[in-house]
Every structure is written in C-alpha cells, then in structure tokens.
C-alpha cells in the first residue's frame, strides 16, 4: 500500500462542492403525451419528478404496462437477491435486444444462463482480470502519447475525452476477449455502436405494443442499419475463428469449444456469437462512460484532481507493475464510485414478477415491472446527504461502512450481478490514473454538458476537455 493518503495531501483552498451537470427536477408527474414524444422519449432523465427523489416507491401505468419504482434498499434487496427467483428481465427488453445479443447471457433465463455464466465466470475471476492490468496500461499509454504528440505539435489541447476512451476501452475488449482478431476498429464500428444503442432504446408505440417491427422512425432504421452491419464483421470472425485449427486460447474459444460440447455445431457458432456482440459492447461503451465521466468531474473540482493527480503520480513513479498499482489509489477509487453514483452507466434496472409479489407494501401482479433507477437511487434524498454535489468523501471507508448494500447499485446486484465488474474497475482506475499522472484536465469554456440516458448513460454531444502536460 502506499503511504500517501489523501487526507495528508496539501489542500489548495477550501471551494464548494461542485453541483454536477444533470437535468431539472419536474415539479409535476409528466404526462403520457410529455412522454411518447417530447425530449423525454429520447432522454428520459429530463421526466423525472422530484417526488421520485423523495418517496421509496411510485407505481406509474403506462398504457397497459404498471411499473413499480422502488428506491427503497430493502425491497432492492427483496427483487434483485431475496426473491429473484420470482423475476426475469422483461419481455420487453428482451425482444428489443434479441436481434443484436439473440441468448446471450444478458438475455438468457434459467438453465441457459446458469451454464453460461458457469462457463465464462472463470474469465472475470480476480486473478483472470489482474493479467490483462498490463494490456489496460499499455492502451492507456497509447491514448496518452497520441495527447502528448499533438500537445508537442501545438495541434490542440481540447479533446474530446469520452471518444478517447471510448477508443481506448474498445482497444482493450478487441484485445482482451477477441486477441484482436475481431478486426472491429473504433473508426469501423464507434458510430454504428452508438446508433445502435440510441435508436432501439427510444420510447415508441409500437415499442410498447410489441409491433417494434412495423415501428420505423429515421432513428429506427439507422439503428438496424447499424447493427446489420455489426453482425456481419462479428459474423465473419466467429466463422474464421471456428474453423481456425490452432485457435489463440482466448474468451472466444473457450466460449465456442464450452458450447460445443453440449450443442450441435451451428448453434455454438450462433451462440458465440451473441455473446461476442454482448460482450463487445457492454464491455466497452459502459466503462468508456464512467472514465469521461470522471474526468469531467474532475475537471471541475481543482482540489479533488490535484490529490488524484499526485496520488496517482507517486503510484506510477514506485515501480510497481500495473496490478499493484491498483492497490495504490485509494483516492482514485472513492473517486471513481462516486463517478459511478452519481453516473451510473447503467441508469435503469428492470424486472418483471413471474408470479405475484409485495414490495414496499404494494402488490406486485404477475406480469408486472419493477423499475430500479441506479440514476434516482443514488440521488436520493433519504440515502445520501447532498446527493446532487461532486464528493468522493461519500466513499471514504467510514462513510461506506453506513450505507446500506443495496442504496449503491451501479453494477446491480444479486445473481445477475455485471459479470465485468472486476474488469471494468481495474480497467478504469488503470486508464484514469495513467492519464492523471501525466496531464491536467480543465473545462472547455461555453461547451454545456448535458447527461442522456439511452442504453448507456453518456455525455451529449461528447466530452471536450482541455487536456494539457502536468506540470
Ligand atoms: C463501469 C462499467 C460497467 C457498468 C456500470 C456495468 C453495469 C452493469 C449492470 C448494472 C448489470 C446488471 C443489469 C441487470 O441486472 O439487469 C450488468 C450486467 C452485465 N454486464 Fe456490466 N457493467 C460495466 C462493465 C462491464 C464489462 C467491462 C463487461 C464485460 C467485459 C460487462 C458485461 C456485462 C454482462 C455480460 C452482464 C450480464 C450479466 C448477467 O446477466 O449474468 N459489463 N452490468
């Protein structure tokens, strides 16, 4: 462990905690209308009452759908761990995902999940994730001397951080789960992941009904242009990858070779490759968010960046390989969990009840959502003290020591707990200090930031900084 703890580290001067970006609270609960058509559709972050920070529990009805909001940690606790046997992910959601992630593990139920997750589980064990610290240090690297290199050419200091790292962590899963071989570069595929996550996502009627099909909007069909074009090239690879005769022992092989034991060839090529698609995009675009996230916060807070800065200078100075320098951040890390409450990548966790159910005293029918938003949970105003101010020290270990388990869920909870935790916080706090360590970050003056929320949390219109040599 390192010596250096933030609490000794030399303040710059006292400064009010910096209120984040984040769209007004609405006095009223919006209507049906406000909602199928206005910004809300697109961002639903923008229709959130402020009641919703207050109360445990809001039952809300949308056309034929009930949905139950809970922010109360011990009926989360009841859903996701307790009595998760009695919820699935919706019907709902599961169609919309269908054609991009087909079985998937995030799609799958029942004894198709659990044989998959058994499958891949040893992937994402601590010790598997410590062994790609190096391969996160050495993209981190390449980022960073692209920044140093056009620094030295006075080319310019603004970048836009979250297609940095959202480069950067595609780099690293391409590398990671697919030895590089998926041949999907960020210059190929950024643009049509994100088509692909805005479009399918947007609230429509048809969505709602179940006639997604016949329900086609501009954005609709960009996005299954989009991922047309995605399955082909990952399409393309499985195939390679499956007739390789001395295949590279890597996540997909041991994917395809564990499914083909128990399923005739066709359907492990198919269901490797679903998985190559879930694992492709939920294990970068997710992480991508939460390291620009960060770095936006920081930008604004100069005391907080500066601890981060020389706690993860002195890390990198000691010598340490990459795994160990993890252990040396203990700054970076609350800062990195209160990115993640305060951004949570995942916005929205839902469930539907197999059977009937109770929770917070309100009957749950058989059929019916319960809705949990990590995005209200961790802004409530019963769970957190100033929840809407930028303050690491919510995840000082005295302070984590009160809260309950289940009032923090940026990597959800239970059984279907995110299988990449590991990797995505050891991914994460390898980019962001790498990149501390060496450069100072300040906002670009006039650009607004503004959170959306489709399938992944993200800054509108990217994450220009000025990114510049520490000194
Ligand atoms: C900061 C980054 C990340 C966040 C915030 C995040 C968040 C989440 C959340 C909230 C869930 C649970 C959803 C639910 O219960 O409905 C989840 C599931 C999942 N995540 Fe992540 N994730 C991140 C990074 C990753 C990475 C790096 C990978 C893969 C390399 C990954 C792969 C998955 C998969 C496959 C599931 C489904 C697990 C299952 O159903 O058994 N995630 N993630």
Redesign the pocket.
Known sequence: MTDLRYEDLAPIAPAPRFRPAAPPQLDHEPGFLALMTGAAAKNPLVAIPKTAFDEPYRRLRFLHLVFHGVSDPEAIKHV?LDNAANYR?PGLVRRVFRPMIGE???N?EGES?KG??RL?ARA?APHAVAAFAPLFAERARATADRWADRWAAADSDCVDVAEAATRTTLEV?DQ??FSGQSELSFEETASHVREFLSGSVEVRLGLLLGLEALDGGPAQRRARWARRILIDRMSAFIHRRADEPDPPEDFITRLYTGFLKERPRAEAIQLTLD?AM??FV???E??A??VAWALYLLSRDRQAQQWAHEEAAEAWASGAGPAEVLSRLPYLKMVWEET?RLY???HR???EAIEDDEVCGHPVRKGETVTIW?WVLHRHRALWEEPDLFNPENFDPEAKAQHHRYQY?????????????G???A??LILLSHWLARFHFRPVVGHTVAPCADVALRPQGGLPLIVEPAR
């Open positions: 996701l992910r998937s593990l995030l799958a999940w998959q997750r891949m994402f899963i990671a789960l998985n879930t694992f939920a294990g970068h997710t992480t968010n939460a993640l949570p990548p995942v966790i839902d469930r990590p869920i940026p990597f959800g909870a239970g059984p279907r707990i995110c299988i990449g935790m990797f995505a916080e991914e994460g």
